[in-house]
């Protein structure tokens, strides 16, 4: 039996939708004010940080000249809210040998927005939280036992499907899809971790 409803709803809705641009049949969508994140796994996001360049200061977070990516020689200055990197390096531990929770961690805690995702409760602007969840990325894959190399290799092909950058940002020679901030931020992480010299806040 036919709702007479249905007809009119139907018509109706996408009719006084269309107005807002919006699509009844796949939800009303929410602003996402935030550009995407990658590893940005890093997202982190760690997903994902510049070689030595001019943008960079000596004393606190860097701010490039084209507003792009950014390399913090203290990531734990722009922390805000977000966890401290030993909860990354305490994280990546756990998952240190077993391939359900690292599994778990890479596909359902990094991407943007989730568990493991550092940016939205880190402080200063966008590319300084990136550069955070890159940090804290890098931090987290050397705990749990992953080759730096793999580490930007699976950020690399992260960013090459979910991330987009201008053309004005210096990207990575080695891992194409990633700003070579990204790839220096996640080295700095997983290089603090194994000297036992991760940030603190």
């Not at 084209?66 to 922390?79: D, F, I, S, T, Y």
């Not at 890159?134 to 979910?162: E, Q, R």
Request: charged share 10%.
């Amino acid at each position: 039996m036919l709702s007479s409803f249905a007809p009119w709803c139907a018509e109706r809705c996408i009719s006084a939708s269309e107005g807002e641009s919006q699509k009844p049949h796949q939800g009303f969508a929410g602003q996402n004010l935030i550009l995407h994140r990658g590893i940005e796994w890093s997202k982190s996001t760690i997903a994902l940080g510049l070689p030595e360049w001019a943008g960079k200061t000596a004393s606190g977070p860097a701010v490039a000249a084209n507003n792009g990516p950014v390399v913090l020689k203290n990531p734990c200055q722009v922390q805000g809210r977000a966890l401290p990197p030993g909860a990354y390096a305490t994280q990546g531990q756990q998952a240190n040998g077993s391939t359900v929770n690292f599994a778990l961690d890479v596909a359902m805690g990094f991407p943007a927005g989730h568990y493991l995702d550092p940016q939205p409760l880190a402080s200063g602007n966008v590319f300084q939280r990136q550069a955070y969840g890159n940090y804290t990325f890098g931090v987290y894959m050397a705990a749990a036992g992953v080759s730096l190399n793999t580490a930007l290799s699976g950020a690399n092909t992260y960013a090459f499907f979910f991330s987009s950058y201008s053309k004005s940002t210096p990207m990575d020679p080695n891992q194409g899809s990633l700003p070579a901030a990204s790839v220096t931020n996640i080295t700095n992480g997983y290089n603090a971790y194994a000297n036992g010299t991760v940030c603190h806040n």
